[in-house]
């Protein structure tokens, strides 16, 4: 939903009539993660956010180089961004930003951030982070600063205590025990993971041979 911000100022030095301005301000969320690979249980956490929001629009953002991962490896941007792209090409409330993937190196929300403030100053960003990601935000890169750019949506997870000292919005979504890792591995034995990803995505995910047991990309074995 659009909102109307009016802004004032004098057009001259020394004029006493203001001039007033109405900006026109969108609402949309961001879901950062190496989405590797993307599954349902983020396109539910988006939609979720999205309409309890009532946001604009949605933004999934690959990371390029996650500076939190503790060393893990993912599997090549490109490949992750056009999985991420599969995943949403049938919800009009969802894109993708390239942001991170464009600039490369190690991605701090900070820094992408500061970037799409810049590029985009009718834009208030909603960012959106799974509740055991919450205690973690001390650590974040000039989080006080990051403060400033955007508002936290916590997502509510099993096991997790909703409280924390920063200003975070928080937001219930159905509980799902899955992650990222577990599908890896369904799909390196070969298991069946149909439902957990998206019929589109896990078509590209088995025309290119991702995931597979001894399988290798760019040289690296997954």
């Known amino acids: 939903m659009l909102r109307r911000q009016t802004v004032s100022f004098n057009q001259t ?14 609402k949309v969320g961001i879901l950062g993660g190496t989405f590797n690979p993307p599954h349902v249980g983020h396109l539910i956490i988006a939609d979720q956010v999205c309409r309890k929001l009532d946001l604009d629009k949605l933004y999934f953002m690959p990371s390029a180089n996650p500076p939190h991962r503790n060393g893990k490896k993912a599997i090549p941007a490109s490949y992750r961004l056009e999985m991420v792209e599969t995943a949403i090409e049938n ?3 969802f894109d993708v930003e390239r942001a991170e993937i464009e600039r490369g190196g190690k991605s701090f929300t900070y820094d ?11 834009i208030d960003y909603y960012f959106i982070i799974g509740g055991d990601m919450v205690d973690y935000l001390p650590k974040w890169y000039k ?11 916590g997502v509510n997870r099993p096991g997790y205590v ?7 919005i928080w937001v219930d979504v159905p509980s799902m025990n899955i992650s990222s890792t577990l599908l890896r591995e369904k799909l390196k034995m070969n ?10 995505t896990l078509k590209y995910i088995h025309e290119k041979g991702l995931y597979q047991n001894g399988d290798k990309i760019n040289g690296r074995t997954l």
Request: net charge negative; aromatic share 6%.
């Open 162 to 168: 909703a409280t924390t000292g920063y200003p975070i």
């Open 112 to 122: 992408t951030m500061v970037q799409l403030v810049r590029e985009n100053p009718d």
């Open 91 to 93: 919800n009009g409330c």
């Open 191 to 200: 298991d069946s993971v149909r439902y957990l990803i998206p019929d589109q």
């Open 13 to 26: 030095k020394g004029l006493t009539n203001d001039i007033s301005l109405e900006i026109e301000r969108k």
């Open 143 to 153: 989080i006080d600063k990051l403060l400033d750019l955007v508002q936290f949506v």
